[in-house]
């Protein structure tokens, strides 16, 4: 048990040194995400000093059970994909210009526009799609009509990582969560709306109390008008991510695995890029573009966390922090409040698996399902550490010599996220 807990620290503990101070490794034109590292490493030793039996590790990954990790993968992954090729289109690029062009030189309504905007796409993508395509074109946007970056960055972050929560597909820790409770489509959105509603209300108007002064000034619109680059891409992708979303709505009533819908759309998204590709005598680029905005490093973080999860429950260590928990009068704030906390300590995705098993062996019921869903995702807002999409945002700020240390997020996220996180509570308490 001692050198179980002593390995997830250190690898926890090394995660997040690596991912603030080392988070690449660069060969040339290649490079590697290092946040996997350590608790690869971790896992490892788990394995190999028999914390986890090894024939226990393999069955947890092939069990016909809704927490299945490659299933789970298999869908982030497949929808992950869909949105890339959205992107590659130039469909988001796209939106975000008419977006600048309707604001006609009015800055809160810009404001308000790409605060929408990020939280729109978001629902019908991912958190980390928005991420990677609207923050370099706000930086770029901005730089040209010569307005302050920071409100829009911050505005587009907290939104894309507020509405992510609405469905069940915005992040893989609403996957995670959800399945741990068998949780379908249709019932997941029908909880969680009025709390991502109270979510998205607070956190612009707190976002408009920090940043109403810099809003005053007025800017010129300027800039050439933004095409979509490629049709095919465009119209095959956006109707296979609307089928893709539609089917899985209903997924419970036609029987079938939401992650068996994204990955058949997805590949037949793939089939239909080579066939356009191999006809028009295009470049495979467009695919290969598509297919490196994937985040393959999750696939070995997930599995290393997995097997820490596991060894925790092989130990006992699972059902006694369950017990505690649920010992709670409120659950939904005993599990909302130490999930939000340990989302920043050990990043969103680990606690979700972790707390997925804590959510099977306590009794605490949909209050600390759902509360847990909320805090795994605005836990994103708090730090950077709180989820992978921040420190992907940092990156990028970084990259593009904007100035945004981990100080400032911080002081910025505890103003937004400790309130939202509570109204997002209140929402729940009131559906439930």
């Not at 698996?353 to 062996?361: A, G, K, Q, R, W």
Request: glycine share 4%.
């Amino acid at each position: 048990m001692i050198l179980l807990i002593t390995c997830f620290i250190i690898a926890v503990v090394g995660m997040i040194a690596l991912l603030l101070f080392y988070p690449k490794i660069t060969f040339r034109s290649f490079s590697i995400d290092t946040f996997w590292m350590p608790p690869f490493l971790g896992a490892i030793i788990v394995l190999a000093t028999k914390s986890l039996d090894f024939t226990t590790f393999l069955k947890g990954l092939t069990a016909p059970t809704a927490m299945n990790p490659l299933e789970i993968m298999a869908l982030f992954f497949s929808m992950t994909f869909l949105s890339a090729i959205l992107d590659e289109s130039g469909f988001f690029e796209w939106l975000a210009n008419k977006a600048a062009k309707g604001a006609k030189g009015n800055q809160f309504l810009l404001f308000l526009l790409f605060t929408l905007l990020a939280g729109v796409l978001t629902i019908f993508t991912s958190n980390d799609i928005v991420i990677i395509t609207l923050t370099p074109f706000l930086i770029a946007f901005c730089k040209k009509t010569h307005i302050d970056p920071v409100p829009y960055l911050v505005a587009e972050y907290v939104s894309a990582n507020t509405y992510s929560m609405l469905l069940v597909i915005g992040n893989p820790t609403n996957i995670y969560l959800s399945s741990a409770e068998n949780i379908d489509f249709l019932s997941y959105l029908k909880v969680m709306a009025l709390p991502t509603l109270f979510a998205g209300i607070s956190s612009f108007v707190l976002l408009l109390l920090l940043f109403h002064r810099k809003l005053k000034v007025p800017f010129t619109a300027g800039g050439e008008e933004i095409h979509i680059k490629d049709h095919f891409l465009f119209v095959s992708s956006f109707v296979l991510l609307l089928s893709c979303i539609l089917l899985m709505a209903i997924s419970s009533y036609i029987n079938l695995p939401m992650w068996l819908i994204s990955l058949s759309a997805a590949l037949l998204l793939l089939i239909l890029i080579l066939i356009y590709v191999l006809v028009s005598k295009k470049s495979f680029r467009i695919l290969g573009d598509g297919v490196k905005r994937l985040p393959f490093s999750l696939f070995p973080f997930l599995l290393s966390m997995f097997a820490f999860v596991l060894a925790f429950d092989q130990n006992g260590l699972t059902k006694e922090i369950a017990t505690w928990l649920s010992s709670f009068s409120s659950p939904l704030l005993s599990y909302g409040i130490s999930s939000f906390l340990t989302a920043n300590i050990m990043n969103n995705i680990p606690m979700s698996v972790f707390y997925s098993t804590l959510l099977v062996e306590g009794t605490a019921g949909k209050e600390a399902i759902y509360s847990t869903i909320i805090s795994s995702d605005i836990a994103a807002i708090f730090s950077p550490v709180g989820a992978l999409a921040g420190m992907m945002w940092m990156s990028i700020l970084k990259e593009k010599k904007i100035s945004f240390s981990f100080f400032k997020f911080v002081a910025y996220g505890a103003i937004i996220s400790i309130p939202t996180l509570f109204l997002s509570f209140l929402g729940l308490y009131l559906v439930l």
